[in-house]
């Protein structure tokens, strides 16, 4: 069995796979809020993002190189320092923020509607993003996008979920 520390929890819904993480930060909501939402923070922990932040705005999502391509997105909700949710193509991805108190939240991200082909990539990708979104909050310098992480990472919860 896996050692993932706060691993993803991965399920088969009707409409495709949901895998839900709970992260206990020891940073306010503000400042979760901000790194979730500001795309000049996004870059440094996740991906280069363009979006107009508000109901119905449209996002896009470079992903980083050898790819270099892009994905697109469209918010559905965002009620401030709470929650944020949009579709990215057809899944739909929702942040959600609870204070635990002035400088301790609760980060619960679910990305839902997920093909059975990515059901074991997505959770991987999120895990390896989390961790690098808590060590810049940390003030590390981030180092999105390792390979040799993120393959370990998928062999983690293929070996986990391998039931699914």
């Excluded at 635990?100 to 609760?106: A, D, I």
């Excluded at 909050?137 to 040799?148: F, K, S, V, Y």
């Amino acid at each position: 069995m896996s050692d993932l520390l706060n691993p993803g929890k991965l399920t088969n819904e009707p409409d495709g796979y949901k895998v839900v993480f709970e992260r206990e930060f020891p940073f306010s909501s503000e400042a979760v809020w901000e790194a979730i939402t500001n795309p000049d923070k996004l870059a440094t922990w996740f991906m280069a993002t363009e979006m107009e932040f508000k109901p119905g705005g449209k996002m896009v999502i470079r992903f980083p190189e050898p790819d270099n391509s892009e994905s697109f997105g469209k918010i559905t909700r965002i009620i401030q320092r709470k929650l944020f949710e949009y579709y990215w193509e057809e899944e739909l991805v929702t942040w959600e923020l609870q204070e635990l108190g002035s400088e301790r939240c609760l980060l619960t991200l679910t990305h839902s509607k997920v093909d059975g082909q990515w059901a074991k990539s997505v959770p991987a990708g999120w895990h390896f993003m989390l961790d690098t979104l808590e060590k810049t909050l940390e003030g590390d310098q981030a180092t999105p996008n390792i390979p040799d992480k993120q393959d370990s990472l998928k062999a983690q919860y293929a070996e986990m979920y391998n039931h699914l």
